[in-house]
Structure formats: C-alpha cells, structure tokens
C-alpha cells in the first residue's frame, strides 16, 4: 500500500535508537524527509548514515541534543523549516525503583522525558499542521498505560498524563486533517530492555507471543498510523505486545 506520505516532513525525538530509531527508518522508507534526535552525537550519526542507505532518496538532517530542554525541541522544529507534517514524539523510559526513593527533582525529570516535552511539542507544531491540512502525531508510550508496571511508577504515571492530555486535544483538530495517537510497546528488542535488569525481571520475554517484538514492528505501525489512510484515527492507544494483554478491551 502506498501510504501517500512521500516528500512530508517528519521530526522522531529520542531516534538514535530502539523504538524511535524503527520509526525513522520505517518512515524514509516511505519517502518522508527525517530529522532525527538523540543526545549522543557519534550514534545519531551512525543511525543517519543507515537511514540514508536504507532510503537514499530522503533527506535525514541530524538534531543533537536533550529532548527535555526547550533549545533541542526548537532547533528540531527549526530543522523542518517549521513547518513539519509529522511529529513522533519519544525519549528515554524513567528508571525503575521504589516510590519511596523517589524525591521531587526524580519525578519532576520524569515529567520532562514523558509527558511535558511531547506536549511542548505538540504546541510548538500542531496549529501549522492544522493550517496546511495535515498532520501526524504519534506518542511512543508504554503498556504500562493499560497495565501499570509495579517497578516503573515513573513510567506509568507521566504516560497516564500525557495519554489524558492527548485524547481531550485530539478531537479539536480532527476536522483540520491532524490525527494524534499512542503507541504503547510492550517488551520489546532494545538497549532499554536489554540492559536494565530490574526491568527485564519484570518484562521477560512475551510467553504469549514467544518473543519480543522487533522495533520495525512498531516503526512500521508508526508509518501507518502517520498514512493518508489513517486519517479517521485519532486519539486512540494501540497496544503493541503480541497478545500479551489479558483482556479483550
Ligand atoms: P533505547 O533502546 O534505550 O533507545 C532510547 C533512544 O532515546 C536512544 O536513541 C537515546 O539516545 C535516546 N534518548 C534517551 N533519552 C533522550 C533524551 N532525553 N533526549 C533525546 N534523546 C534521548 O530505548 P527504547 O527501548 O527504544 O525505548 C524508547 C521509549 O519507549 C522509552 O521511553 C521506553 O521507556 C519506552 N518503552 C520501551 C519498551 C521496550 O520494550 N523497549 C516498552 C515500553 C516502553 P541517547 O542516549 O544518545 O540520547
């Protein structure tokens, strides 16, 4: 199917790597001009140079730099001429740990990485989206949004937030071609998965389905989410885990 997104423009914050990097690929694929972020530098470049030889035709500009901080979402936006058509919002999961160890400055940082910097984003980009007629909006979330994980509170809290704040915007620009959704992983192949142990405890393998997912899975769910042909979906939560969810809403 030709998702009829060749030549947009998108932004993939948090894209050196893991779920975002799949996102990026997925959507040169399709011929969408990437800019792509991750904070450290020699990674993003490695991650630029696959993009260009998976799909030569795209341009993929580089933007360095922490998503929390204002300067990196600007010059991200900056890089598209301001005018992006896509927007995949992304950054690194909070740490496990125990609520109780938590004080303000770790919950406030979490805040930052998965709920204030989309929605900043969001500002900074939707209303031209809306005025040109198009726009895609795809939150990478977590399953932790419909089945909290007892060691990721961090996690599951600030997703919750920005899964709410999400589904009371989207219907106001659904009439002006703007769809916002979430993408919520379950386990899947990545740094993420692979290197924190506490998190692994918890999150496995997928007994369900056998394996963990690929992250082109979901960057190929991404661009279609980001298609013409997905234009009457908005605000919606689509679980990515195999089957692993135990329930049938
Ligand atoms: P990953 O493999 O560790 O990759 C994270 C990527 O984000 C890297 O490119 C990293 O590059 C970049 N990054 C991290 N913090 C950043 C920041 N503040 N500003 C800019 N870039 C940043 O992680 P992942 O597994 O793809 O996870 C992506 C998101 O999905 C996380 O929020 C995670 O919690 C969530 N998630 C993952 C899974 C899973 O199974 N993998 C499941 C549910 C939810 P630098 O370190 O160089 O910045």
């Known amino acids: 199917m030709d998702f009829q997104i060749a030549g947009r423009t998108a932004l993939i914050c948090a894209a050196s790597k893991g779920l975002g990097r799949g996102c990026a690929m997925a959507l040169a694929r399709e011929g969408v001009n990437v800019v792509i972020n991750g904070r450290t530098e020699e990674t993003l470049e490695m991650t630029a140079n696959d993009i260009r030889e998976a799909a030569p035709s795209v341009s993929v500009?580089?933007?360095?730099?922490?998503?929390?901080?204002?300067?990196?979402?600007?010059?991200?936006?900056?890089?598209?001429?301001?005018?992006?058509?896509?927007?995949?919002?992304?950054?690194?999961?909070?740490?496990?740990?125990?609520?109780?160890?938590?004080?303000?400055?770790?919950?406030?940082?979490?805040?930052?990485?998965?709920?204030l910097s989309a929605i900043e984003l969001i500002r900074l980009t939707v209303d031209g989206m809306a005025e040109r007629g198009f726009g895609r909006v795809v939150n990478i979330t977590s399953s932790a949004v419909r089945v909290p994980i007892p060691v990721l509170g961090l996690s599951n809290a600030t997703r919750a937030g920005l899964t709410n704040f999400v589904f009371g915007l989207a219907p106001s620009l659904s009439s002006r071609g703007v769809t916002i959704n979430n993408l919520l992983p379950g386990p899947f192949d990545t740094d993420r998965l692979r290197k924190s142990k506490e998190i692994t405890k918890h999150l496995t393998g997928n007994p369900v389905a056998g394996r963990v997912g690929d992250p082109a899975e979901l960057g190929a769910t991404c661009a279609f989410l980001c298609s013409v042909q997905a234009g009457y979906m908005t605000g919606q939560n689509l679980l990515l885990d195999g089957g692993l969810y135990p329930g049938s809403f």
């Not at 580089?62 to 992304?90: C, S, W």
């Open 61 to 115: 500009t580089t933007v360095p730099g922490d998503i929390t901080e204002q300067a990196t979402r600007e010059a991200l936006v900056d890089a598209a001429q301001g005018k992006p058509d896509i927007l995949v919002n992304n950054a690194g999961g909070p740490p496990p740990g125990d609520f109780r160890d938590w004080d303000r400055d770790t919950w406030v940082a979490a805040v930052d990485a998965n709920m």
